[in-house]
């Protein structure tokens, strides 16, 4: 490709950058996870529009990094193959002179990109990188990289990220604070964390068209899909039975499809990061494998689709709001989320650390009715039992308390109270 073509293009999106004012930037707490002295490159992944290039712009601006930016998400630059890369290089030294870091953006856009990144690796350039599918760390990077990168895991605004953004008192323990810390997650519930979805008034219009881009563009084109109606049908299926078990047969009979065929799709979503799946807790491999229940990334997936029929469970909803909320709070600490399923009870969440259990979590919505509530606390304390864990946790919407039961304290917390606490480092 043309240097002078490339020029103008970097250019704009120079222009495009600056033009953003640090000040109406959102704090997002997975900053404090981007070491830009490292020489690891800074990977960060995440679904489509979770606001990654934000992220990483902001903490190069405030840290007044001497660094040059290209986005590969640019329809003028579909065409570059690996061939192009020094002239890339060219245009960006002519552009923005001497630079020390350098702002990758949606790199896995361009075949052949790890081996640009291990050279500029090699020639001690800082680098940042940000991508929408999680093949951006897997097979070929691995392998030429071979551990020479940091990943920061980004996902939607959460609870307390999108409260700030709304100017939602988050510290005050007025009723009058309460009550409006609870209207805002029921509003979060429906509307999810996408940034853009703040000032949209076509939130409808706007997921449909970021789900179709996602589906064309990050799997079906990537992966060379052969049924493309049968992934989006699928995908539609497993956001609209979200919080379930994940189970190819049923599946392939529903879809028409083999089971492999339906493992691949589901593979495809997940590294997209339109799904996530957590897996039952088990000290044998196998069983953990051949077992996974489906989590949708944001709310808003389930909200704002044609023909979803999942609007109204805000049990479901609270469940995936606090699986997504555990992700990011324990992963970086290179903790593992797990579900536990017996014939008779079941834990929602366990949070476990080199096979200790170290808290176990229930969901539930409302625990008013005395069944619910004798069911979910008798889930806790058999968990308790069978794990050795004490440190139990029931989350709801309204109800907060501590309670003993058969000599184990279980913490009852609302769900905007938990979302809101700090536990990153």
């Given at each position: 490709?043309?240097?002078?073509?490339?020029?103008?293009?970097f250019?704009?999106?120079?222009?495009?950058?600056?033009?953003?004012?640090?000040?109406?930037l959102?704090?997002?707490?997975?900053?404090?996870?981007?070491?830009?002295?490292?020489?690891?490159?800074?990977?960060?992944?995440?679904?489509?529009?979770?606001?990654?290039?934000?992220?990483?712009?902001?903490?190069?601006?405030?840290?007044?990094?001497?660094?040059?930016?290209?986005?590969?998400?640019?329809?003028?630059?579909?065409?570059?193959?690996?061939?192009?890369?020094?002239?890339?290089?060219?245009?960006?030294?002519?552009?923005?002179?001497?630079?020390?870091?350098?702002?990758?953006?949606?790199?896995?856009?361009?075949?052949?990109?790890?081996?640009?990144?291990?050279?500029?690796?090699?020639?001690?350039?800082?680098?940042?990188?940000?991508?929408?599918?999680?093949?951006?760390?897997?097979?070929?990077?691995?392998?030429?990289?071979?551990?020479?990168?940091?990943?920061?895991?980004?996902?939607?605004?959460?609870?307390?990220?999108?409260?700030?953004?709304k100017?939602?008192?988050?510290?005050?323990?007025?009723?009058?604070?309460?009550?409006?810390?609870?209207?805002?997650?029921?509003?979060?519930l429906?509307?999810?964390?996408?940034?853009?979805?703040?000032?949209?008034?076509?939130?409808?219009?706007?997921?449909?068209?970021?789900?179709?881009?996602?589906?064309?563009?990050?799997?079906?084109?990537?992966?060379?899909?052969?049924?493309?109606e049968?992934?989006?049908?699928?995908?539609?299926?497993?956001?609209?039975?979200?919080c379930?078990?994940?189970?190819?047969?049923?599946?392939?009979?529903?879809?028409?499809?083999?089971?492999?065929?339906?493992?691949?799709?589901?593979?495809?979503?997940?590294?997209?990061?339109?799904?996530?799946?957590?897996?039952?807790?088990?000290?044998?491999?196998?069983?953990?494998?051949?077992?996974?229940?489906?989590?949708?990334?944001?709310?808003a997936?389930?909200?704002?689709?044609?023909?979803?029929?999942?609007t109204?469970?805000?049990?479901?909803?609270?469940?995936?709001?606090?699986?997504?909320?555990?992700?990011?709070?324990?992963?970086?600490?290179?903790?593992?989320?797990?579900?536990?399923?017996?014939?008779?009870?079941?834990?929602?969440?366990?949070?476990?650390?080199?096979?200790?259990?170290?808290?176990?979590?229930?969901?539930?919505?409302d625990?008013?009715?005395?069944?619910?509530?004798?069911?979910?606390?008798?889930?806790?304390?058999?968990?308790?039992?069978?794990?050795?864990?004490?440190?139990?946790?029931?989350?709801?919407?309204?109800?907060?308390?501590?309670?003993?039961?058969?000599?184990?304290?279980?913490?009852?917390?609302?769900?905007?109270?938990?979302?809101?606490?700090?536990?990153?480092?």
């Amino acid at each position: 490709m043309d240097v002078r073509k490339l020029i103008t293009v970097f250019s704009d999106q120079k222009d495009e950058l600056e033009s953003n004012e640090l000040s109406t930037l959102c704090d997002r707490l997975e900053e404090g996870q981007l070491t830009l002295n490292s020489n690891l490159a800074q990977v960060v992944i995440g679904v489509r529009r979770s606001g990654k290039s934000t992220l990483c712009e902001k903490v190069l601006r405030q840290s007044h990094a001497n660094f040059a930016y290209a986005n590969f998400d640019d329809d003028r630059l579909a065409k570059l193959t690996t061939e192009d890369f020094d002239t890339v290089l060219d245009a960006l030294y002519q552009l923005y002179g001497d630079f020390q870091y350098l702002f990758l953006d949606e790199m896995q856009n361009i075949g052949g990109w790890q081996l640009f990144v291990n050279r500029m690796l090699r020639q001690n350039v800082h680098l940042v990188i940000t991508g929408s599918n999680a093949k951006l760390l897997s097979g070929e990077l691995t392998t030429h990289l071979t551990g020479r990168y940091h990943k920061i895991e980004l996902y939607p605004f959460s609870f307390a990220e999108m409260a700030r953004m709304k100017n939602i008192n988050l510290t005050s323990l007025s009723v009058k604070a309460t009550a409006l810390r609870k209207k805002a997650l029921n509003e979060y519930l429906l509307e999810g964390g996408f940034p853009e979805l703040v000032n949209e008034s076509d939130k409808q219009g706007y997921v449909e068209a970021l789900l179709d881009s996602i589906i064309r563009n990050d799997i079906a084109q990537r992966f060379r899909v052969r049924y493309v109606e049968v992934l989006r049908r699928l995908a539609s299926y497993l956001m609209d039975n979200f919080c379930q078990e994940y189970s190819a047969k049923e599946l392939s009979a529903v879809f028409g499809v083999s089971d492999h065929t339906i493992d691949n799709y589901y593979g495809y979503l997940k590294e997209a990061f339109l799904l996530m799946g957590i897996h039952k807790f088990s000290y044998k491999s196998k069983e953990r494998i051949l077992n996974e229940k489906v989590y949708v990334v944001d709310p808003a997936f389930v909200t704002d689709r044609t023909e979803t029929v999942s609007t109204t469970n805000l049990g479901w909803r609270l469940e995936n709001v606090v699986f997504i909320e555990l992700l990011r709070r324990n992963r970086p600490l290179h903790k593992d989320i797990f579900y536990y399923r017996d014939r008779q009870w079941e834990v929602d969440f366990m949070v476990v650390k080199d096979g200790t259990v170290e808290q176990l979590i229930q969901v539930s919505y409302d625990i008013s009715n005395e069944k619910t509530r004798k069911r979910e606390l008798n889930a806790l304390i058999k968990a308790s039992d069978k794990f050795h864990c004490t440190d139990l946790l029931l989350i709801t919407m309204d109800d907060n308390e501590q309670l003993t039961v058969k000599g184990r304290t279980i913490n009852v917390m609302p769900a905007a109270e938990w979302l809101v606490e700090r536990h990153y480092t």
